[in-house]
């Protein structure tokens, strides 16, 4: 989905990946170039999360590369995977419960390649008004939304040029997920490089430049948001709408 010379700010490359004996992932290709935001939309089941861990090494895949600002990952070791310049922001969020928050964002705190250090505890709070307020809070008693915003906080501290989201709408009511989409927006005016895996495609393309669909474990459909609204047999035959 690059269309510049430079190598994209992630490559992903023909993917394999296994659960035991169980085949998850087919040669999976996926491309993000710097300032994109990717949707990456698929029915449940179909791959999305299996393709974040991929990426993050957590499901590591039997075949495949994946390449951040042209280098490999899989080359380097996990101490030098945690300064590359992703930030990762699961399903299931894993905020510390028992951490107050500001632990929480103290806790995500790395400097980014080349020693970034753009996202101080202030440009956290005044991104996040709501975690201002409640920094001295436990996370565990936080709504659902703001563990979510805390999730993606903590990910930013660790000064990330790609952020991944793994359905952050998932399990939030409409006016929550409103301001989810409202912070992912100001984030990409910001400058972010996105991918965000999501079943709902409304909430997604509000926010995306481009859009990947993936169904069974393949992707089926790579565009810009204007290719994608153009075919709506693609929506139709691979997403639940
Ligand atoms: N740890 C696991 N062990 C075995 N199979 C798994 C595991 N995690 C996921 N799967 C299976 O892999 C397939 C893809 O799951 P994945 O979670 O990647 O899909 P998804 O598109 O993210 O869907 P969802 O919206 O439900 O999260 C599903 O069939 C799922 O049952």
């Known amino acids: 989905m690059t269309r510049s010379s430079s190598p994209p700010?992630?490559?992903?490359?023909?993917?394999?990946?296994?659960?035991?004996?169980?085949?998850?992932?087919?040669?999976?290709?996926?491309?993000?170039?710097?300032?994109?935001?990717?949707?990456?939309?698929?029915?449940?089941?179909?791959?999305?999360?299996?393709?974040?861990?991929?990426?993050?090494?957590?499901?590591?895949?039997?075949?495949?590369?994946?390449?951040?600002?042209?280098?490999?990952?899989?080359?380097?070791?996990?101490?030098?995977?945690?300064?590359?310049?992703?930030?990762?922001?699961?399903?299931?969020?894993?905020?510390?419960?028992?951490?107050?928050?500001?632990?929480?964002?103290?806790?995500?705190?790395?400097?980014?390649?080349?020693g970034r250090d753009d996202w101080p505890l202030e440009r956290l709070y005044e991104l996040f008004p709501l975690l201002a307020e409640a920094r001295h809070k436990s996370a565990g008693l936080l709504s659902g939304g703001q563990q979510q915003m805390l999730a993606i906080a903590r990910a930013l501290a660790g000064n990330p040029e790609l952020l991944l989201l793994d359905e952050p709408s998932e399990g939030l009511a409409p006016v929550i997920m409103d301001q989810i989409q409202a912070l992912i927006l100001q984030l990409r005016a910001q400058g972010m490089t996105l991918l965000v895996a999501e079943q709902n495609m409304r909430f997604c393309l509000d926010i995306a430049s481009s859009v990947a669909v993936i169904d069974h474990g393949s992707i089926v459909f790579t565009g810009s948001l204007q290719e994608f609204r153009a075919n709506p047999e693609v929506a139709s035959r691979y997403l639940a709408v």
Do not use: C, W
Not at 40 to 52: D, F, I, P
Not at 67 to 75: C, D, K, L
């Open 9 to 114: 700010l992630l490559s992903v490359r023909g993917l394999d990946t296994f659960y035991g004996s169980s085949q998850i992932l087919f040669d999976l290709s996926l491309e993000v170039a710097r300032g994109e935001s990717v949707a990456l939309l698929g029915r449940n089941g179909a791959g999305k999360s299996t393709t974040m861990k991929s990426i993050m090494r957590i499901a590591p895949p039997r075949h495949g590369t994946v390449a951040v600002a042209g280098q490999e990952v899989s080359r380097l070791r996990p101490d030098q995977i945690a300064h590359i310049g992703l930030g990762y922001v699961p399903e299931d969020r894993q905020v510390f419960k028992l951490q107050s928050v500001e632990g929480n964002l103290r806790l995500g705190m790395k400097k980014g390649p080349q």
